[in-house]
């Protein structure tokens, strides 16, 4: 149980274009995703907090309107890295937790490699 | 708010060594803790957690962590360690008010060497 997917797993675009990525919940509906940005050799950092039905609470320093955060579903959360440019490259991961067994866990997704051109 | 320091960036062990991965803490609050695990190019495993309870907490692949609170730290040991072991671990520490929002450590990248 406590399975998160992200789509695409790579994607490569060119400097400009916009860039979607899908995180779900397959085995639970989580009211809370989370989406953290890792770049090479280093930790996790935590960009928003998407609520289910709300806005998306952004860390500091975090762009609202360059990654826009949508949460439209219980077992759906999308990023989109708007206007990417190269410094945007990095790699994208959401967490999800589950409250049917305490929401005390994030479960993470496998990832997706963004590179942009 | 909580924080994580993982000493040890990087970690080379023999294969069917044993090996121990420190972890400690700083928080005014009580918290739960989490050891997840990175494999190339992947996202992140969870491989144990403490939440209440008994500090000697297991996973299933042979790894534990005792949490001790006197000395802020969750380290993570394996008694002998194995090729597949290889990987980036990271420590973690929410508090426990339902937030629930993670403070990572930096990361130590174990490598087994055979």
């Known amino acids: 149980g406590a399975v998160v997917s992200q789509h695409p797993s790579r994607v490569i675009c060119k400097s400009g274009t916009s860039v979607k990525i899908e995180c779900r919940s397959l085995d639970f509906q989580a009211t809370t995703m989370f989406w953290y940005r890792q770049f090479p050799k280093q930790s996790l950092m935590l960009m928003a907090t998407s609520n289910e039905g709300s806005k998306a609470t952004y860390e500091q320093g975090v762009e609202k309107d360059k990654f826009l955060i949508n949460h439209a579903s219980l077992t759906l959360s999308t990023l989109t890295v708007t206007s990417a440019h190269p410094e945007d490259s990095s790699f994208y991961i959401c967490?999800?937790?589950?409250?049917?067994?305490?929401?005390?866990?994030?479960?993470f997704g496998p990832g997706t490699r963004l590179t942009v051109l | 708010a909580q924080s994580v320091t993982q000493l040890d960036s990087q970690v080379p062990v023999f294969e069917e060594a044993p090996v121990e991965l420190r972890c400690n803490y700083s928080?005014?609050?009580?918290?739960?803790l989490f050891w997840y695990v990175q494999y190339p190019n992947q996202g992140l495993q969870l491989l144990l957690k403490y939440l209440s309870g008994s500090t000697l907490v297991e996973s299933i692949n042979g790894f534990e962590a005792e949490f001790n609170k006197s000395q802020t730290s969750f380290h993570l040991r394996k008694p002998s360690v194995h090729i597949s072991d290889t990987a980036e671990y990271f420590c973690?520490?929410?508090?426990?008010?339902?937030?629930?929002?993670?403070?990572f450590g930096t990361g130590t990248r174990l490598t087994v060497i055979p």
């Open positions: 967490s999800a937790r589950d409250p049917a067994s305490g929401g005390d866990t994030q479960y």
């Open positions: 928080s005014s609050v009580s918290v739960y």
């Open positions: 973690a520490v929410s508090d426990q008010t339902g937030a629930n929002n993670l403070f």
